[in-house]
């Protein structure tokens, strides 16, 4: 019905989008249903407008619905490497619980940097597992397109340039560890492509390594460790400084930090922090202050680094910076290399402002043989060996393989980094308006003429729950999927739905109404209204001058319930011809007997109708698509004065 080449012109591509991030405006009294923004990082973030009101309405109970939710979740989160670009305009094939996909192979994960053995044993009982190490980037580029996952630690850069040579088929990426500075998160997000990190199983390993370096540093270990093998004895040339009594501050006060902080005041010293994020009672309660960035820095005597590398903390500790410490302060950095202009601290050793540094992570990895920094005798190196425990290996290999696995499976990861985090009990309950806001987003595109740009869509849910209980973001994406796949080549899942309605020019805006009826149910319905198009079936057109359709779910099953301001009641399964006619007897027979003489089954038919014997709009639901003939000769009925077929 809508070719590709449709696409530029439903969508204007010279529309401006007014994006604005909703955020939950207070703590959810029902923890299932808590609004998870703020752990969403999509870089693109979403293309949203939210605007709450409240309203009531007479309308009856809310039918429950208990479907399962992973073949819609599957669709929605999996698609992306499920298709090739190339691929047709079909529902998502799915891969299975057991691993197997709908074309009958079991997914094939990369892992390209050693992995525990107990991950690799999960990964080998749902895929096939090939373990390539030290592969170079024109080898992974080759390998990754016959790839649904990858698995990677800190050695291994996931490209836009790889996620472009995976050519759609690849699902997630797994970082086993916690930082994801390696992998391009924009581009993966662009594919469609999840990424899961494991983020809490080498905390431990990373705090006990940065103690460890502390103390090494304070009493020259590892220069006095190498004197000896060469021969010396030099107690003089190696006295310390003690821990006891000195100011630790801590930068970046999250999982690692944190523990870092505990532990140091276990030795005794005075511990602050400086996280613009952390809050204050959880330094509190392990006695620690946080300070400004200015004020940790320049009261530290040993500074220990805990802050991820992103473009605000890239090069934050510099001339500027050093030049605020005290003089002989020690730096300690197990969390990356780039959060220190490299140069810029070897001038700060040299100069005897940073009298000591022990460092783990460096900017390239590993670092040149003859680096300065490296080589400095005031230095302390170790090759990326925080997270290098066997408890925490094993851990992170576990942590990953599960979060890879699920995403396999088609479930939402609870350690997602490009997509948000929906807990497991919100994704149950929404199963079947998943399907309903698929539905609804791919039939109200079906009912735009073209000519003019989709620019605008308004989504209205109505539900009987406190705004802020009410996650919408899966029903925000099924709706901009439903909207965008019929009329691109665009797969949509929940990781890119923001970032190509974005990309589209598409504004997509919501509302919640608070509406008397059963808190039981999260949607009472879905209203998917599209302003400023003109439609090819009139009636579908509200006295707004919007394309306005609206669903429902009845016993699990998602139903069209208002056309325009006609109510009617057909279930959303298989085909749809939506007609309007003059309100008159015998049509149901008319339409019915046509459909009958062409084979086509009607699964469901409903007449609604605003006046008695005026206008009505006729609801059939089909199992086939009807042939040409067959709605050549509907429309010819003479009470029908217009009638559209929409594909589900
Ligand atoms: N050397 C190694 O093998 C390992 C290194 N790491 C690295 O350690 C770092 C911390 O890891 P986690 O504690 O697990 O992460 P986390 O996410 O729990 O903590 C990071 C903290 O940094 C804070 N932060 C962000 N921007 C900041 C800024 N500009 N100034 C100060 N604080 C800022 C955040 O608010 C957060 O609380 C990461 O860079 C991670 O990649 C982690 C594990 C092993
Ligand atoms: O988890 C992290 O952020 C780490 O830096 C650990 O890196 P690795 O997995 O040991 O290469």
């Excluded at 390993?205 to 540093?217: D, F, N, R, S, V």
């Excluded at 006060?253 to 996280?275: C, N, P, Q, T, W």
């Excluded at 851990?395 to 979060?403: K, L």
């Excluded at 539905?439 to 109505?462: C, D, M, N, P, T």
Aim: hydrophobic share 40%.
């Amino acid at each position: 019905m809508f070719s590709n080449a449709m696409a530029s012109s439903i969508f204007n591509p010279c529309s401006i989008i007014t994006a604005s991030q909703a955020q939950p405006t207070s703590s959810s009294s029902r923890p299932s249903q808590l609004l998870s923004f703020l752990h969403s990082t999509n870089p693109a973030g979403p293309v949203v407008d939210l605007k709450l009101s409240a309203a009531s309405s007479s309308w009856g109970c809310q039918d429950d619905s208990k479907q399962s939710l992973s073949r819609c979740l599957a669709a929605n989160i999996t698609s992306s490497a499920l298709k090739t670009a190339e691929s047709s305009r079909e529902t998502s094939s799915l891969l299975s619980a057991e691993g197997v996909s709908s074309s009958g192979t079991r997914p094939t994960i990369l892992v390209s940097e050693k992995l525990g053995e107990a991950g690799l044993q999960l990964l080998r009982s749902f895929g096939d597992v090939d373990c390539s190490y030290d592969l170079s980037p024109e080898q992974l580029c080759e390998k990754i397109s016959s790839c649904d996952a990858l698995i990677v630690r800190s050695g291994t850069k996931v490209t836009r340039q790889v996620l472009e040579a995976a050519k759609g088929r690849l699902k997630v990426v797994g970082r086993a560890g916690v930082g994801i500075d390696n992998v391009d998160l924009q581009a993966a997000t662009e594919f469609g492509c999840l990424v899961v990190n494991a983020p809490t199983a080498n905390t431990v390993a990373a705090a006990e390594h940065g103690i460890a370096l502390i103390a090494a540093m304070a009493r020259n270990v590892a220069q006095a460790d190498a004197s000896m093998k060469a021969g010396k004895w030099q107690r003089s040339k190696y006295v310390g400084v003690s821990l006891v009594g000195k100011t630790l501050a801590v930068m970046g006060f999250g999982k690692v930090g944190s523990e870092v902080a505990r532990r140091a005041k276990g030795l005794g010293m005075h511990v602050i922090a400086h996280d613009p994020y952390a809050p204050a009672d959880r330094a509190r309660a392990i006695g620690v202050d946080l300070v400004s960035f200015d004020q940790a820095i320049s009261t530290a005597d040993f500074i220990s680094l805990h802050m991820p590398l992103t473009s605000t903390t890239s090069k934050i500790f510099n001339d500027d910076t050093f030049g605020k410490m005290k003089k002989g302060v020690r730096i300690v950095n197990v969390a990356r290399g780039g959060v220190i202009d490299e140069e810029a601290l070897v001038r700060a050793l040299d100069s005897g402002k940073v009298a000591q540094a022990a460092l783990d992570v460096f900017t390239e990895e590993p670092p040149a043989k003859d680096s300065k920094l490296v080589q400095h005798e005031n230095v302390v190196v170790t090759p990326h060996l925080g997270a290098s425990t066997k408890e925490a290996q094993e851990g992170v290999a576990i942590e990953i393989a599960e979060a890879v696995v699920g995403a396999l499976k088609g479930e939402l990861s609870a350690t997602a980094v490009n997509a948000p985090m929906v807990p497991q009990e919100v994704m149950t309950e929404l199963a079947p308006y998943v399907v309903l806001a698929e539905k609804l987003g791919r039939l109200a595109v079906q009912l735009v003429a073209g000519g003019r740009g989709i620019k605008s869509v308004k989504v209205v849910y109505q539900s009987a729950r406190d705004p802020d209980d009410l996650d919408t973001r899966l029903l925000r994406a099924m709706i901009t999927k439903g909207i965008i796949e019929p009329i691109s080549s665009s797969f949509i899942n929940l990781v890119n739905a923001d970032f190509t309605a974005k990309e589209k020019g598409l504004r997509i805006s919501e509302e919640r109404v608070v509406v008397d009826a059963s808190p039981e149910f999260p949607v009472h319905s879905i209203q998917v209204l599209i302003s400023n198009v003109d439609s090819k079936f009139a009636s579908a057109v509200s006295e707004n001058g919007e394309i306005s359709i609206e669903g429902r779910v009845k016993y699990g099953v998602p139903h069209l319930t208002r056309v325009g301001s006609f109510e009617v009641d057909v279930s959303l399964e298989g085909n749809l011809i939506l007609c309007r006619q003059i309100d008159q007897p015998g049509m149901i027979g008319q339409v019915g007997n046509i459909l009958g003489q062409g084979n086509i089954n009607v699964s469901f038919m409903s007449v609604g109708r605003t006046v008695r014997r005026n206008k009505a709009i006729m609801a059939i639901g089909v199992d086939e698509e009807p042939d040409k003939e067959a709605l050549r000769k509907i429309g010819t009925v003479p009470a029908i004065e217009e009638f559209v077929f929409l594909k589900l």
